[in-house]
């Protein structure tokens, strides 16, 4: 079914819940998979509603309904479905608004401090409902699942070099130090894309999306992706202020965070190594694959934080020098 036949089956579901109303329906916002999202705006209604589109054949709706419903538990700020359809991947949510982290904070940062407060303060209570078995795991098969997308989509089809073997087993020893490191963390529940296109600034603050591939995990690997975002960046100071008053707060909850910060902050460090690794593969399988092309304008970004990484630490030279030897490759034509 093409895009134009789901959206008349969508209003058709659409109508039938609303059978005696008129009702208007425009796009809300863009999404890196297959899901759409429309608003929904009734006639006497103040607020106005969320439909997803979430075509069966690439994307599971239930898994989004079981971790709303876990943020709701907890307290949060999540969407509640309202009404759903499995079978068409339909789905009817309360609205968190039209403005996110990203855009107020790309309009105007001075007010990052108190966003970023109340994204921790949520990101804690979200911590301190985690329950093993409850989600999937975060395990050393999927984290590596995830870094090998570098290579793969990053690296060779979006650069289009050809590693030799020597590359090929630096790359392989970088790889287990990093998962070695993320593996020996605690686990808390992980939102797995926490970061400030995917908050909603509302009340109670914030609102919390895109959270449907929810694990049970190392408990640095949001504070990470909230720190160090795929589209906007912040000055190393602010950033370890954000992170030093997460810290703090989480050891005054009892979470499994430590007492020495240095050890945390080099958790949180090599963390968002894994995750920068992979969204450049990500990012690189968008385009190629599915044929959105502007996620991969971000993609300095995250060669910036992969560099300033693999600089801090000395076990992680061998990935700096491998990185120059990309560019220079790529630079010369690659091996296409």
């Given at each position: 079914?093409?895009?134009?036949?789901?959206?008349?089956?969508?209003?058709?579901?659409?109508?039938?819940?609303?059978?005696?109303?008129?009702?208007?329906?425009?796009?809300?916002?863009?999404?890196?998979?297959?899901?759409?999202?429309?608003?929904?705006?009734?006639?006497?209604?103040?607020?106005?509603?969320?439909?997803?589109?979430?075509?069966?054949?690439?994307?599971?709706?239930?898994?989004?309904?079981?971790?709303?419903g876990l943020l709701r538990q907890a307290g949060l700020n999540a969407p509640e479905v309202l009404a759903q359809d499995?079978?068409?991947?339909?789905?009817?949510?309360?609205d968190l608004g039209t403005t996110t982290y990203l855009a107020a904070l790309q309009r105007d940062d001075a007010g990052?401090?108190?966003?970023?407060?109340?994204?921790?303060?949520?990101?804690?209570?979200?911590?301190?409902?985690?329950?093993?078995?409850?989600?999937?795991?975060?395990?050393?098969?999927?984290?590596?699942?995830?870094?090998?997308?570098?290579?793969?989509w990053y690296l060779e089809r979006h650069l289009g070099l050809r590693l030799a073997q020597p590359q090929r087993e630096?790359?392989?020893?970088?790889?287990?130090?990093?998962?070695?490191?993320?593996?020996?963390?605690?686990?808390?529940?992980?939102?797995?894309?926490?970061?400030?296109?995917?908050?909603?600034?509302?009340?109670?603050?914030?609102?919390?999306?895109?959270?449907?591939?929810?694990?049970?995990?190392?408990?640095?690997?949001?504070?990470?992706?909230?720190?160090?975002?795929?589209?906007?960046?912040?000055?190393?100071?602010?950033?370890?202020?954000?992170?030093?008053?997460?810290?703090?707060?989480?050891?005054?909850?009892?979470?499994?965070?430590?007492?020495?910060?240095?050890?945390?902050?080099?958790?949180?460090?090599?963390?968002?190594?894994?995750?920068?690794?992979?969204?450049?593969?990500?990012?690189?399988?968008?385009?190629?694959?599915?044929?959105?092309?502007?996620?991969?304008?971000?993609?300095?970004?995250?060669?910036?934080?992969?560099?300033?990484?693999?600089?801090?630490?000395?076990?992680?030279?061998?990935?700096?020098?491998?990185?120059?030897?990309?560019?220079?490759?790529?630079?010369?034509?690659?091996?296409?």
């Amino acid at each position: 079914m093409n895009s134009s036949e789901r959206t008349l089956a969508l209003q058709a579901w659409l109508g039938r819940l609303y059978p005696a109303q008129e009702w208007r329906l425009e796009p809300a916002s863009a999404d890196a998979s297959f899901r759409r999202y429309f608003r929904i705006s009734l006639p006497g209604h103040a607020e106005s509603r969320i439909v997803m589109d979430a075509p069966p054949r690439q994307e599971d709706c239930r898994p989004f309904i079981h971790v709303a419903g876990l943020l709701r538990q907890a307290g949060l700020n999540a969407p509640e479905v309202l009404a759903q359809d499995l079978e068409q991947g339909f789905l009817l949510l309360t609205d968190l608004g039209t403005t996110t982290y990203l855009a107020a904070l790309q309009r105007d940062d001075a007010g990052a401090d108190a966003l970023f407060g109340d994204a921790t303060d949520a990101l804690v209570t979200w911590q301190l409902a985690s329950r093993p078995g409850v989600l999937p795991p975060y395990d050393a098969a999927l984290l590596r699942r995830e870094l090998d997308l570098f290579p793969d989509w990053y690296l060779e089809r979006h650069l289009g070099l050809r590693l030799a073997q020597p590359q090929r087993e630096a790359l392989e020893r970088m790889f287990a130090l990093i998962l070695a490191s993320n593996l020996a963390q605690p686990a808390v529940y992980v939102h797995r894309d926490y970061m400030p296109r995917n908050l909603m600034l509302c009340a109670p603050n914030p609102g919390i999306l895109d959270f449907q591939d929810a694990v049970y995990g190392p408990v640095s690997y949001d504070l990470a992706s909230l720190v160090r975002d795929a589209f906007i960046s912040w000055e190393e100071e602010r950033a370890l202020d954000w992170i030093v008053r997460y810290w703090e707060k989480a050891r005054r909850a009892g979470l499994p965070v430590g007492a020495d910060f240095g050890e945390f902050y080099r958790d949180l460090e090599w963390m968002g190594l894994q995750r920068h690794l992979k969204v450049l593969g990500i990012f690189a399988r968008i385009k190629h694959r599915d044929g959105k092309p502007g996620y991969i304008e971000d993609a300095p970004r995250f060669l910036a934080y992969v560099r300033a990484v693999s600089a801090r630490y000395n076990a992680l030279g061998p990935l700096a020098q491998l990185l120059d030897q990309f560019e220079d490759q790529h630079a010369a034509g690659g091996n296409r």
